[in-house]
């Protein structure tokens, strides 16, 4: 008996071995069926949410729309009417999910470690729910195996199956997600923040999805030809030695992307973030060409829309910088507000060589090659003035391409216009940094250089319909804000929007701050309209003096010490004028601090919340 039991044991070590063989490759022990079938759910449930936020988007734009065209030219007794909204549900789900943080208050709030070690942000509610969903649906498609009637091995090379598929699934809305030019940007009016948001959580899910692929495999070539084997293997087969490359590099951005590393060395993180997403692109792909995989189709995809993408960024480059014979001129100046411990800044001035329609709320790449030869950053666009262009002598314009002769020059000429954009770029470290100190180091504080600006993007949230719009800023998030008043007091002005009251609440650590703006400050204060629409209200946290803080009319007020958005918004909803938007841009702490305010009010009127943030 002793015998016999050894000679089992022996012959089913070696059948261990010779069943785990044929699932180390090949589809043998992959369910093709149902990984199609789950493939088609997870389509399914993103399409439906897709399709959920596009039907409540053209409701509220269809709303926004009757409300702008109802209330153009309307008295205050008319604009009333938009004051209530008529059903209790829309603002129970704007407080309680739509604009809810996860828990109680905190949500752009960042946890930080120290001053250097920044851990991240909460989701929130609606955010949170929606990746968990997302999550949980992945996790449950990947343990819809077969766990009876057959070899062990068979279930692990289903999984593997299952989770390599779905990795490469997932990977065509994490590149989508990733671009600055996604067209659901546009389509479904969600922010780029929240499209980074998500991108973020799915990568982490291909990155696992990828990692347990690898496993799997190797759990089967371990068991079939021991460690050596799998060495080997790994070693002579380029379809495995692709695939390892992919899953290493998606393993070292799970590793360097931690919120700490991201804030701490921003510029390296980017660098190594893209050159690890081209390695992992290349690896999958060239795994899924020599294998021949079901879902190769899919890392085509993948392909298609990175390269796409880059090559929109790139015409929007060409385009807005290139034209007319000549490029896009940069002008950088130093502005006060420097030393005892102040926010740093300048101004950077676009003459582009094309013109650009400037709408409130946008934001550009900036790429200056003389200060940061690979790194691009968004900044607002603050402000946009545009100019006429006068016509150049004969030889000039010849050199330049336009008139070819006397006679052209002669005939009446089109008129032309040179547009220049402004931005405000804080001082922080690496680019920005290097730009400031490159500025003020000049003699005058201003220099000129050679730079491109790709855009614009964003500004999809129209504030023309609402009767109130209270813009909250602080620090440098005015010059989110600024271009909202210039266009809300022109359209006041010109009868094209339903705005009767525009109020200003912007925080600022010292009075040197106002000077960033003050020429555009200036411009819309000359307006005719301004003292009948817009209040302006500038909380000082840190004058110097009291002399400082002293405020010159009943409509640009100054205020020492933080403001309290509570307190405001409860004074402005006894006085609002029809419908009111609320809208926020400043640090994470203040966006909260508004955003619980506007909650507070919701249910007692027609009150929207919008927040301009760029969480990375």
Same mark, same amino acid.
């Given at each position: 008996?002793?015998?016999?039991?050894?000679?089992?044991?022996?012959?089913?070590?070696?059948g261990?071995k010779?069943?785990?063989m044929?699932?180390?490759?090949?589809m043998t022990g992959?369910?093709?069926?149902?990984?199609?079938?789950?493939?088609?759910a997870?389509?399914?449930?993103?399409?439906?949410?897709?399709?959920?936020?596009?039907?409540?988007?053209?409701?509220?734009?269809a709303?926004?729309?009757?409300?702008?065209?109802?209330?153009?030219?309307?008295?205050p007794?008319?604009?009333?009417?938009?004051?209530?909204d008529?059903?209790?549900?829309w603002?129970?789900?704007?407080?309680?999910?739509?604009?809810?943080?996860?828990?109680?208050k905190r949500?752009n709030?960042?946890?930080m470690l120290?001053?250097?070690?920044n851990?991240?942000?909460l989701?929130?509610?609606?955010?949170?729910?929606?990746?968990?969903?997302?999550?949980?649906?992945?996790?449950?498609?990947?343990?819809l195996?077969d766990?009876?009637?057959r070899?062990?091995?068979?279930?692990i090379?289903e999984?593997?199956g299952?989770t390599?598929?779905l990795?490469?699934?997932?990977?065509?809305?994490?590149?989508?997600?990733a671009?600055?030019?996604?067209?659901?940007?546009?389509?479904?009016?969600?922010?780029?923040?929240?499209?980074?948001?998500?991108?973020?959580w799915?990568?982490?899910l291909?990155?696992?999805?990828?990692?347990?692929?690898?496993?799997?495999?190797?759990?089967?070539?371990?068991?079939?030809?021991?460690?050596k084997?799998?060495?080997e293997?790994?070693?002579?087969?380029?379809?495995?030695?692709?695939g390892?490359?992919?899953?290493i590099?998606?393993?070292?951005?799970l590793i360097?992307s931690?919120?700490?590393?991201?804030?701490?060395?921003?510029?390296?993180?980017?660098?190594?973030?893209q050159?690890?997403?081209?390695?992992?692109?290349?690896?999958?792909?060239?795994?899924?060409?020599?294998?021949?995989?079901?879902?190769?189709?899919y890392?085509?995809?993948?392909?298609?829309?990175?390269?796409?993408?880059?090559?929109?960024?790139l015409?929007?480059?060409?385009?807005?910088?290139?034209?007319?014979?000549?490029?896009?001129?940069?002008?950088?100046?130093?502005?006060?507000?420097a030393?005892?411990?102040?926010?740093?800044?300048?101004?950077?001035?676009f003459?582009?060589?094309?013109?650009w329609?400037f709408?409130?709320?946008?934001?550009?790449y900036?790429?200056?090659?003389?200060?940061?030869?690979?790194?691009?950053?968004?900044?607002?666009?603050?402000?946009?003035?545009?100019?006429?262009?006068?016509?150049?002598?004969?030889?000039?314009?010849?050199? !330049?391409?336009?008139?070819? *002769?006397? /006679?052209?020059?002669?005939?009446?000429? +089109?008129? $032309?216009?040179?547009?220049? @954009?402004?931005?405000?770029?804080?001082?922080?470290?690496?680019m920005?940094?290097a730009?400031?100190?490159?500025?003020?180091?000049?003699?005058?504080?201003?220099?000129t250089?050679?730079?491109?600006?790709?855009?614009?993007?964003?500004?999809?949230?129209?504030?023309?319909?609402?009767?109130?719009?209270?813009?909250?800023?602080?620090?440098?998030?005015?010059t989110?804000q600024?271009?909202?008043?210039?266009?809300?007091?022109?359209?006041?002005?010109?009868?094209t929007?339903?705005?009767?009251?525009?109020?200003?609440?912007?925080?600022?650590?010292?009075?040197?701050?106002?000077?960033?703006?003050?020429?555009?400050?200036?411009?819309?204060l000359?307006?005719?309209?301004?003292?009948?629409?817009?209040?302006?209200?500038?909380?000082?946290?840190?004058p110097r003096? !009291?002399?400082?803080?002293v *405020?010159? /009319?009943?409509t640009?007020?100054?205020? +020492?010490? $933080?403001?309290?958005?509570? @307190?405001?918004?409860?004074?402005?909803?006894?006085?609002?004028?029809?419908?009111?938007?609320?809208?926020?841009?400043g640090p994470?702490?203040?966006?909260?601090?508004?955003?619980?305010?506007?909650?507070?009010?919701?249910?007692r009127g027609?009150v929207?919340?919008?927040?301009?943030?760029?969480?990375?």
């Amino acid at each position: 008996m002793p015998a016999v039991s050894h000679d089992n044991a022996t012959a089913s070590g070696g059948g261990v071995k010779n069943a785990a063989m044929p699932y180390t490759h090949g589809m043998t022990g992959v369910n093709l069926s149902l990984d199609d079938k789950v493939t088609f759910a997870l389509w399914i449930s993103i399409i439906a949410l897709c399709s959920v936020v596009l039907f409540a988007r053209v409701g509220q734009m269809a709303n926004a729309h009757l409300r702008h065209l109802l209330n153009l030219n309307a008295s205050p007794a008319q604009l009333a009417y938009w004051e209530t909204d008529k059903t209790t549900l829309w603002p129970k789900l704007k407080r309680h999910v739509l604009y809810a943080p996860l828990r109680k208050k905190r949500h752009n709030k960042e946890f930080m470690l120290s001053s250097a070690m920044n851990v991240g942000t909460l989701p929130s509610r609606l955010h949170t729910a929606i990746l968990v969903a997302y999550s949980l649906s992945n996790v449950a498609y990947c343990a819809l195996l077969d766990y009876h009637g057959r070899p062990q091995a068979a279930t692990i090379a289903e999984l593997r199956g299952r989770t390599g598929h779905l990795a490469m699934v997932n990977m065509v809305p994490l590149v989508v997600l990733a671009g600055r030019n996604n067209p659901f940007i546009y389509l479904l009016r969600v922010s780029f923040d929240t499209y980074n948001l998500f991108h973020r959580w799915i990568g982490r899910l291909v990155v696992l999805e990828a990692i347990v692929h690898t496993i799997a495999w190797a759990v089967n070539a371990y068991a079939a030809k021991g460690s050596k084997g799998v060495s080997e293997s790994l070693r002579s087969s380029p379809f495995l030695g692709y695939g390892l490359l992919g899953t290493i590099a998606m393993t070292l951005i799970l590793i360097q992307s931690p919120s700490i590393l991201r804030h701490a060395f921003y510029e390296t993180f980017l660098h190594c973030h893209q050159l690890l997403a081209v390695a992992a692109i290349i690896g999958v792909w060239v795994h899924c060409r020599i294998g021949e995989l079901p879902g190769t189709a899919y890392i085509y995809w993948v392909v298609a829309l990175w390269v796409l993408e880059r090559a929109a960024r790139l015409f929007r480059i060409v385009y807005r910088n290139v034209g007319g014979g000549g490029m896009t001129k940069v002008r950088v100046e130093a502005l006060p507000g420097a030393g005892d411990g102040h926010l740093e800044a300048c101004r950077v001035s676009f003459e582009l060589a094309r013109p650009w329609k400037f709408s409130p709320g946008t934001h550009g790449y900036v790429y200056l090659p003389s200060v940061s030869f690979w790194m691009n950053h968004p900044f607002s666009i603050a402000w946009s003035d545009t100019r006429p262009t006068p016509y150049l002598s004969l030889e000039k314009e010849i050199e !330049a391409g336009l008139p070819s *002769s006397q /006679s052209d020059l002669d005939s009446p000429k +089109p008129e $032309r216009h040179t547009t220049t @954009v402004h931005l405000i770029v804080a001082k922080r470290t690496g680019m920005t940094a290097a730009l400031y100190n490159k500025a003020r180091a000049s003699p005058s504080g201003v220099i000129t250089m050679s730079g491109l600006i790709e855009g614009p993007y964003g500004g999809n949230d129209s504030l023309h319909s609402y009767g109130t719009v209270i813009l909250f800023a602080a620090g440098i998030g005015i010059t989110h804000q600024i271009g909202h008043i210039r266009d809300l007091l022109t359209g006041h002005l010109e009868g094209t929007t339903a705005t009767q009251k525009v109020v200003l609440v912007w925080t600022v650590k010292n009075t040197e701050t106002l000077e960033w703006v003050r020429p555009w400050m200036d411009e819309i204060l000359a307006l005719p309209n301004r003292k009948q629409v817009l209040k302006v209200m500038l909380f000082v946290t840190r004058p110097r003096s !009291a002399r400082e803080v002293v *405020s010159r /009319s009943e409509t640009v007020l100054m205020f +020492p010490g $933080r403001c309290d958005p509570k @307190v405001l918004m409860e004074r402005e909803m006894e006085t609002r004028i029809g419908a009111m938007a609320v809208t926020v841009c400043g640090p994470g702490a203040f966006g909260d601090d508004v955003r619980a305010a506007a909650r507070g009010v919701v249910d007692r009127g027609t009150v929207d919340f919008v927040e301009e943030a760029f969480t990375w």
